[in-house]
């Protein structure tokens, strides 16, 4: 596979794996009491809805150099419009993450019963694809302000506990953020790798 179909691969995989993420969340906190999302048109898997420009060159060079960081835009919730507020903030952020894992799992489920048969391009998308997603789902479980998790681990904890933790992240994100590429650059990244890789060898049923 040459260098510019990988990259055209991925970036495909890309697209679709954060427009259906930020489509979940619009989704599920439309679903919750919450338009905010869908009167901005948010609620669409049109991956141009979704993305920020400056994310969007990100995109284009974590696709073709294989590394990076990229980003879409934060689909907009009013947490206070939410039926349950505490309850469906964790749906709102556990949705863009289940939603990433169906597409793998769907992925998946194509490589496993058709691999056999496909050609070798579409071979190498599937795994892209199931790749892309896996690590997406993975990435965004990271409890760091913004990501999904931080959201999640707050629901887990008391008022003042998850709204201490809010108010310290908030403040300090940045600094914990820069600090945590460095950490996705060192020996240590593998304590992320290990479990995207373990997640992608059982879609695929490579293991």
């Known amino acids: 596979m040459s260098f ?12 679709i794996g954060f427009s259906v993420h930020e489509y ?3 989704l599920i906190a439309y ?3 919450d338009n905010t999302a869908k009167l901005e048109g948010r609620l669409t898997l049109n991956p141009v809805s979704h993305l920020d420009p400056v994310g969007a060159v990100f995109l284009v060079f974590m696709a073709f150099a294989g590394f990076g960081l990229a980003w ?4 907009p919730v009013n947490f206070n419009n939410l039926k349950n507020p505490r309850r469906d903030e964790m749906l709102v952020s556990v949705a863009g993450i289940t939603a990433n894992l169906i597409i793998a799992c769907i992925a998946g489920i194509l490589y496993r019963l058709f691999g056999h048969s496909l050609p070798n391009s579409a071979i190498a998308f599937t795994v892209i694809l199931v790749s892309v997603n896996v690590s997406l789902a993975v990435f965004n479980l990271i409890p760091l302000y913004p990501l999904d998790g931080s959201r ?3 629901g887990f904890m008391s008022y003042n506990a998850s709204r201490n933790y809010q108010i310290f992240m908030q403040k300090y994100s940045l600094i914990i953020f820069i600090a ?5 650059y060192s020996p240590l990244k593998a304590i992320i790798i290990v479990p995207m890789e373990i997640l992608v060898r059982l879609f695929i049923g490579v293991y």
């Open 152 to 154: 999640i681990l707050m």
């Open 31 to 33: 679903k919750c009491g």
């Open 180 to 184: 945590f590429l460095g950490f996705l």
């Open 72 to 75: 879409g835009k934060p689909v």
């Open 4 to 15: 510019l179909q990988r990259g055209i691969y991925f970036l495909i995989a890309l697209l």
């Open 24 to 26: 979940a969340h619009a």
